[in-house]
């Protein structure tokens, strides 16, 4: 079992989403699945297959928020650096081929989310960022080639 650090907040998030999972959506699986079942031959019963399929699904997904949780570790936000970038660093980056410039949170692989610009820490950009300081570069090996960064600025 892998180790997931993580903030409060994220970890907040999937606790309540595995109450969600539990507490509502499970029982109403429970309910399809009887209903279904009330109707007569399971053998050619779409609803039933779909239901227990979904159900299926589910259960996965609770076990595998189950595991999330238990690997995870909180990590004390007082205590990030800027001096360099790390995990739940907000880093902002120059691509120097092009130009463009990009910020990005280095996150958790549970609380990432690249709408919000929160980019997994198991990505290889992050991974190619990882303790690098402002004004250093970065060889970051992606599957289109090699890019080159430079870091721009690190905050929270």
Known sequence: MAVTYMTADGYKKLVDELNELERVQRPAISRQIAEARDKGDLSENAEYDAAKEAQGLLEMRIAQLKDTIASARMIDESKIKTDEVQILTRVKIKNIKSGQT???????????????????????????????????????????????????????
């Open 102 to 156: 990009m910020s990005y949170m280095i996150v958790s692989e549970s609380e990432a989310n690249l709408k919000e610009g929160k980019l997994s820490v198991t990505t290889p950009i992050a991974k190619g960022l990882l303790g690098k300081k402002v004004g250093e570069k970065a060889s970051v090996s992606v599957p289109s080639g090699i890019m080159e960064f430079e870091i721009v600025e690190i905050s929270l």
